[in-house]
């Protein structure tokens, strides 16, 4: 069975230092991995996917399919990445999404 | 906002008394999903419909019900078998059930059961 594993449930970090949001899954196929993010009184919104190979808001991640991990990252952490984080995976059929528990960023000045 | 609606944003039940949730979408979209969110647990798929009249079981779908007769609409029903009903329950949407296909989702809705 497929699995996503956010193994921080919080990261507290200085406004201008790095964060790194670990994820790991398993599956036994070639998934598509996905982070969302929701921001405090919003609506969780897809932040970035693996297969646009996209920046947003300066954040990347890569997925590493040795050691099956899709880790989000951003160097230098900004007041308004504050949020809760979540990775999540949809294999190779159709959209049926596993999402790991989610990390709470909090980024203080 | 706008595009997927929920309704009501919390609501209060009685123990053993079934109740719907309302998710309404206007972006002509095929799939529709129900998921269940708790603290540290993340997001839970209940039930997910890929077109009208068509529609799956999740990986928590025990005393959960929905339907799909229209195209913009797939509400949930949470009858009295569910044994933890309170929780968060958040409804998407997207354009069709691919996998590259990006989750739009609504406001939630909160529901307690006293």
């Known amino acids: 069975a497929q699995r996503v594993t956010q193994p921080e449930k919080l990261l507290s970090v200085f406004k201008g230092a790095p964060v790194e949001l670990k994820c790991n899954y398993s599956?036994?196929?070639?998934?598509?991995l996905f982070w969302y993010v929701q921001y405090s009184r919003q609506r969780l919104q897809l932040l970035l996917r693996h297969i646009s190979r996209e920046s947003i808001k300066g954040f990347t991640a890569d997925l590493n399919k040795g050691e099956t991990s899709f880790h989000l990252k951003k160097p230098f952490a900004q007041e308004e990445d504050s949020a809760m984080y979540y990775c999540?995976?949809?294999?190779?059929?159709?959209?049926?999404?596993?999402f790991g528990a989610g990390t709470q960023v909090v980024v203080t000045p | 906002d706008g595009g997927i609606t929920q309704s009501p944003k919390y609501l209060f039940r009685k123990e053993g008394q079934n109740v719907t949730l309302s998710c309404e979408q206007n972006?002509?979209?095929?799939?529709m999903y129900w998921y269940r969110q708790d603290p540290g647990q993340g997001l839970r798929l209940i039930y997910y419909?890929?077109?009208?009249?068509?529609?799956q079981k999740g990986d928590i779908a025990e005393g959960y019900s929905v339907s799909r007769e229209k195209k913009e609409s797939f509400p949930l029903t949470v009858t009295s078998a569910q044994k933890n009903p309170t929780a968060f329950y958040l409804c998407?949407?997207?354009?069709?059930?691919?996998?590259?296909?990006?989750?739009?989702f609504g406001p939630g809705t909160r529901l307690t059961v006293l």
């Open positions: 998407a949407s997207s354009i069709e059930g691919r996998v590259y296909n990006e989750q739009f």
């Open positions: 419909s890929q077109i009208v009249n068509d529609f």
């Open positions: 999540a995976l949809t294999p190779d059929s159709w959209g049926k999404f596993q």
């Open positions: 972006l002509n979209h095929d799939a």
């Open positions: 599956y036994s196929g070639s998934p598509e």
